[in-house]
């Protein structure tokens, strides 16, 4: 089992910036890929960003393209979040999630889920 624990979320006005961080437990040596995903209220999860095992191959949501940035520490299984110029439309829970496989942009493809972390972007 791989247990996924985010922190970081907050409130900031828009331009402004947040870090998630993403820490992994567990079988964490069996984990290829993990990517960020995030819910609005009353919408569906959706795709953010995802990156593979080696940090090789990257993928983002056109939404967030040139603001949001992800990386990985594999010595520290953690993964990083890093977004810039928030806007009100970036507020939403945002999971952390993996996967034992190559990236993906699908959320049915990812095993394993954190909790959330609130992000609150006001205008």
């Known amino acids: 089992q791989v247990q996924l624990v985010e922190s970081g979320g907050g409130s900031v006005q828009a331009g402004g910036s947040l870090r998630l961080s993403c820490a992994a437990s567990g079988r964490t040596s069996y984990i290829f890929s993990m990517g960020w995903f995030r819910q609005a209220p009353g919408k569906e999860r959706e795709f953010v960003v995802s990156i593979s095992l080696n940090a090789g191959v990257t993928r983002y949501a056109d939404s967030v393209k040139g603001r949001f940035t992800i990386s990985r520490d594999n010595a520290k299984n953690t993964v990083l979040l890093q977004m810039n110029n928030l806007k009100p439309e970036d507020t939403a829970v945002y999971y952390c999630?993996?996967?034992?496989?190559?990236?993906?942009?699908?959320?049915?493809?990812?095993?394993?889920w954190g909790q959330g972390a609130q992000v609150t972007v006001s205008s």
């Open positions: 999630a993996a996967r034992f496989g190559t990236t993906s942009t699908s959320l049915k493809e990812y095993g394993y």
